[in-house]
């Protein structure tokens, strides 16, 4: 039986029809803990276990985790969490507990690349996140955290401004290439590595997408595909921090963001070569294609 936590999220929606599609042929049970089952997409409802409440709670995953082979692990975005270690670790808290008193034998996380990068101590969200990595492998459990750069579809955010004024901002430099993921590449991994009881140990799997793009590459790919010019605007540290804040968000978010979007012009996303393991297959222009135009269309 396997646990998926966010069902309802991105990747997590994803992963759970996956592991749909392929339930009749692995024989698995799915369970899946959501806050609001009425947001669970019909016919997945009456094809698994719901476990109704917030994967953060003791109470929730010791019910949820009761006889589970394998759990895909999300924590999700908090921006108002008093530290990035609360809003991390201290959600995984009760979890890694019950993998060990529940006995799970696999656990699948998303977190990010950077782990033994000269940034990786001072990355913000993503420091947060490896130290969540740890804190799961430290209960002994088999784990795989999925190492993720950024996510091709951090832009669909930026619809709107990509569709009225064909301009998409971010604080890196123009030029500067990096590895860049489809959200369903991320989804494909970890589904894989939740139907596959074999592999032991703690660890991390790198998806680093087919290529290393910069801003300006994508600034070029996305108006071949939407057939209208798009450019790329380079936005400082400080505006970025003072646009977030300017959403509500709390300050320790912030201040994660900020600092994370400065190690990765510093060189957080590069420490892991791309090979046939560490590559995933979707493009930036499949991505642009697929989703980012029907969005900017609808
Ligand atoms: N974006 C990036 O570039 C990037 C890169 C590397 C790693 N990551 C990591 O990716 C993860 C996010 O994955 P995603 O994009 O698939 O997430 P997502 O689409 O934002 O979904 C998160 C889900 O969590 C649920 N949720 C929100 N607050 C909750 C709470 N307090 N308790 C329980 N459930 C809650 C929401 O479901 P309901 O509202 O239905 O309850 C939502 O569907 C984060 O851990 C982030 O650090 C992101």
Known sequence: MIVITTPTGDIGSQVLASLL????????????IVRDPARLPGPARDQVDVVAGSHADAD???????????VFWVVPPDPHAPSLQAAFSGFTQA?????????????????????????????????????????IAG???????????????????????IRDEGVFSGTTDAGRKAPVAAARDIAAAAARLLLDRSWTGAGSVPVLGPEDLSPEDMARV???????????????????????????????????MVAMMRAKDEGLDDGVPRTPQTASPTTFRQWCEEVLKPAVLA
């Open 222 to 256: 996305m108006s071949e595909v939407l057939g209208t010019p798009v450019r790329y605007q380079r936005q400082s540290l400080a505006d970025l921090g003072a646009t977030l804040a300017g959403y509500g968000m709390g300050d320790a978010f912030v201040a994660g």
């Open 95 to 135: 979890a890694a507990q019950a993998f060990k008193t529940r006995g799970v034998g696999q656990v699948v996380g998303v977190s990010a690349l950077g782990r033994g990068t000269p940034a990786a101590g001072h990355a913000g969200l993503v420091t947060a996140s490896l130290a969540m990595d740890d804190l």
């Open 21 to 32: 599609r392929s339930a009749a042929s692995s024989g698995e049970k799915i369970r899946v």
């Open 139 to 161: 209960t002994g459990v088999a784990y795989r955290a999925l190492a993720n750069p950024s996510f091709m579809d951090n832009l669909l955010r930026q619809v709107g401004p």
């Open 60 to 70: 929730v995953v010791g019910r949820a985790f009761a006889g589970a082979d394998a």
